[in-house]
Nanobody, 122 residues
């Protein structure tokens, strides 16, 4: 089992930045591919970004490239999502996600965090 705890969400004005963190614990978390998804009110959960177990491969939702950056600190078992130039349409609950292997993809792995709210005001 893998446990994920997100933090760093909050209220920010349009154009601002936030950094989300996801602390992982449990079995082989240091080698697990991890990612972020988000769900806005009334919408389906969607892929945001993913990073491989070694941190060598990263994937992003096309429309977020250049504004969002995913990274990981394997020594701390933590994955980050740096979000810049935030827009009101980025408002959503952001969920950390982990796979059971080191291979990253745009599809969700089996493990989820509880989510953290990001609200961008205009």
């Amino acid at each position: 089992q893998v446990q994920l705890v997100e933090s760093g969400g909050g209220l920010v004005q349009a154009g601002g930045s936030l950094r989300l963190s996801c602390a992982a614990s449990g079995r082989t978390v240091g080698l697990n591919a991890m990612g972020w998804f988000r769900q806005a009110p009334g919408k389906e959960r969607e892929f945001v970004a993913a990073i491989s177990g070694a941190g060598t491969r990263r994937y992003y939702k096309d429309s977020l490239k250049g504004r969002f950056t995913i990274s990981r600190d394997s020594a701390k078992n933590t994955v980050y999502l740096e979000m810049n130039s935030l827009k009101p349409e980025d408002t959503a609950v952001y969920y950390c996600n982990a796979h059971g292997s080191h291979i990253a993809s745009t599809t969700a792995g089996a493990y989820w965090g509880q989510g953290t709210q990001v609200t961008v005001s205009s």
